[in-house]
C-alpha cells in the first residue's frame, strides 16, 4: 500500500477507536471471505445465509471445559457487554444494563488457547449465531421447551488483558 493510500485511511479512520476500528475491519474482511462461495445444494452464495455476531466485551469468568453427551470436549465462555440507555427526561442517564454471552467452541486448537484466558479479559468474539426454536412436545420450563440463541465460536482476540494483583498494588 502506498504511503498516500496509507495516509489517507489515517485521516478517514483516526477519530474511531481501537476496537471499533478492529471491528469494521473484521466485518469486512469477514464479507469478503465468504463471496463467491457456493454449497453443493444451493446455486446461491452463502453470504445471503450468513448469521453471525460480534462482541466487544469482557470474559465474566475464566473458559470452562465442558464435555458432550459423546464425550467430545468443548469450551465455554462468557463476554460481558454494556448497553448504555438514552438520558432520562431530566438529563440523567439511567445506569448500562448488562449482557451475558455464552459462546461454545468445539475447535481443538480454539480450545487450546481459550483456556488460558483469564476473567476480566477485554476482548473482540466473533460467532456464528444459530436461533433454536422450543420443541412443541416439551415442558415450557424445560430447556427444550424455550427459544434458545447458540453462538458458536469463530475467532476471538485479546483487547487487554486485567492487572494481575500484583500490579494492582
Known sequence: MSKLKRDNLYLKFHHY?????LAMFAAIRSAASYRGVTRAF???SRTGDLAK???????????EVKRT??????ITY????????????????????????????????????LKKL?????????????????EP???????MGQRQIFLRHESIRVLS???SEDESH
Open 137 to 143: 412436545e416439551a415442558d415450557p420450563s424445560s430447556p
Open 78 to 113: 462468557t463476554v460481558a457487554t454494556n448497553s448504555y440507555p438514552p438520558p432520562n427526561e431530566d438529563g440523567e442517564r439511567p445506569p448500562a444494563r448488562t449482557s451475558w454471552h455464552r459462546v461454545l467452541s468445539f475447535g481443538e486448537t480454539s480450545n487450546t488457547y
Open 42 to 44: 444451493s446455486t446461491t
Open 118 to 134: 483469564k476473567k476480566g479479559s477485554l476482548v473482540y468474539v466473533e460467532a456464528n449465531y444459530e436461533l433454536r426454536e422450543p
Open 17 to 21: 477507536s481501537k476496537p471499533r476500528l
Open 53 to 63: 455476531l460480534t462482541l466487544i466485551g469482557r470474559l465474566g469468568k475464566e473458559p
Open 69 to 74: 453427551k459423546n464425550d467430545m470436549e468443548f
Open 161 to 163: 488483558t486485567p492487572k
